[in-house]
């Protein structure tokens, strides 16, 4: 029972921050440099990431989180680690929060961007990236928040199931060790 639970506590830590780190980059990185492009290059990019992103490497641990951190909050509540269930309880709401950011706010926003057709073909880009751009940035930086906010509670988890886990094994005085020096 004990590896299931490190396990999975380490599991959904990592695909929770792989979804905070990516959605962080889209607010930082991203939408800032397509901002100083052209309406027809943000579109045809947004619409080309939108299409490129629905893959495996992105779905199982967007989707793939929730179920981990419902099993960390479950396993956490009937073994040994529930001195970090109030962690893991947080982070699976705010992820839950998060994830429901993504199906209310960017998805649709994405749709509507698809459905808005070829670049080539639309009379009026400007009015489309307007419609897309300013909403979009916002529901994704609400996402990214919440995202690594989940992610800050799971590392902070960690820390708290180790510690137990160290108390129980009757190591209270352990101590990480010292670090090498190097002498030449």
Avoid at 27 to 39: E, F, I, Q
Avoid at 62 to 78: D, E, H, N, T
Wanted: aromatic share 8%; hydrophobic share 55%; charged share 15%.
């Amino acid at each position: 029972m004990r590896h299931l639970q490190t396990g999975t506590l380490l599991a959904a830590t990592l695909s929770t921050g792989l979804m905070a780190g990516l959605f962080a980059a889209f607010s930082y990185a991203v939408m800032p440099g397509l901002a100083r492009s052209s309406d027809r290059t943000l579109i045809e990019t947004m619409q080309t990431i939108n299409m490129a992103i629905l893959n495996p490497v992105f779905v199982l641990p967007f989707i793939g989180s929730l179920p981990l951190l419902g099993l960390a909050v479950v396993l956490a509540r009937r073994g040994e680690g529930r001195p970090a269930l109030s962690w893991l309880t947080a982070a699976l709401v705010l992820y839950g929060v998060a994830f429901l950011v993504t199906l209310v706010g960017n998805a649709p926003l994405n749709v509507r961007l698809a459905d808005a057709g070829d670049p080539d073909d639309i009379k009026d880009l400007a009015a489309v990236r307007a419609d897309f751009e300013t909403k979009w940035v916002i529901w994704n930086a609400v996402r990214a928040l919440l995202h690594t906010a989940a992610f800050a509670c799971l590392l902070w988890s960690l820390i708290v199931y180790g510690a137990h886990r160290l108390q129980e094994a009757g190591n209270t005085s352990a101590r990480p060790p010292a670090p090498m020096s190097m002498t030449i």
